[in-house]
């Protein structure tokens, strides 16, 4: 007696749907779009530090002792305070004319630091303070939300849902129901185009204060600018053929 085994035959794939629309297997094709205004999570503010002397070592000196005093005051502020970053740093000779040739009449240092906070109490006040300092530039606040902030999801899905209910109207309006999501895809997604970056986000107003005062300055009150949170996508839905 002989055996015979056949072999297996391969699942069957499902069929894709076609590019395009057909009579019985229509395609509607909307953006949905959300645009929602949140409070901000944090606030940066731009601190340069500068310092003058007659020679390098002074100027050096006299800037890293108005540094220190700058950080030491920040660090007092504990958890308010979430990120602190030195950026630029120079020591800069200042020529002037004598006689035929060049000489060099003073040096100025400068630093530049970036503190980032979440306690927008504590905000006005340290800005009044750092502005308080001597040769001291205080700019900002940048207000602005976390990259994993849920307002930006919160946008992306209320963005979903308004391209299902265009689709759902545009449908009804040809006595028509929507069958199958075909595709959903972020604005620009197909036609991507290079990146450019933004300008800094929320800047509510800049300040430039050098020099103390003999008696402390009262606080700033800095009210929060609210962010704007935009979100877009394009939906592709199959419906049933319409009733015309």
């Known amino acids: 007696m002989t055996t015979t085994h056949e072999a297996p035959q391969p699942a069957p794939h499902p069929v894709p749907h076609p590019p395009y629309g057909t009579p019985d297997t229509p395609r509607v094709a909307v953006r949905g779009e959300a645009l929602l205004e949140v409070d901000p999570e944090i606030a940066r503010i731009g601190i340069t530090v500068s310092a003058r002397g007659t020679d390098r070592r002074t100027a050096l000196e006299d800037l890293t002792r108005r540094n220190n005093t700058v950080l030491e005051l920040v660090k007092t502020y504990g958890e308010a305070v979430e990120k602190t970053e030195t950026g630029a740093f120079s020591i800069t000779p200042e020529l002037t004319r004598h006689g035929r040739g060049e000489r060099v009449r003073a040096y100025h240092g400068r630093v530049h630091i970036t503190a980032e906070l979440s306690d927008f109490t504590a905000l006005g006040e340290l800005t009044t303070r750092l502005a ?76 430039a204060f050098a020099g103390a005062e003999e008696t402390a300055a009262p606080p700033l009150d800095l009210e929060p600018q609210r962010q704007t949170v935009r979100a877009q996508v394009n939906a592709r839905f199959t419906m049933t053929p319409p009733r015309l």
Request: glycine share 6%.
């Open 132 to 207: 308080d300092l001597e040769l001291t530039h205080v700019d900002g606040p940048w207000w602005s939300l976390r990259p994993t902030s849920p307002a930006h999801g919160e946008a992306r899905r209320q963005a979903v849902l308004e391209a299902v209910q265009r689709a759902r109207e545009y449908a009804a309006a040809l006595g028509a129901d929507l069958t199958a999501l075909v595709e959903l895809a972020d604005e620009g997604a197909e036609n991507a185009m290079p990146f450019t970056a933004a300008a800094p986000a929320g800047m509510v107003r800049s300040m």
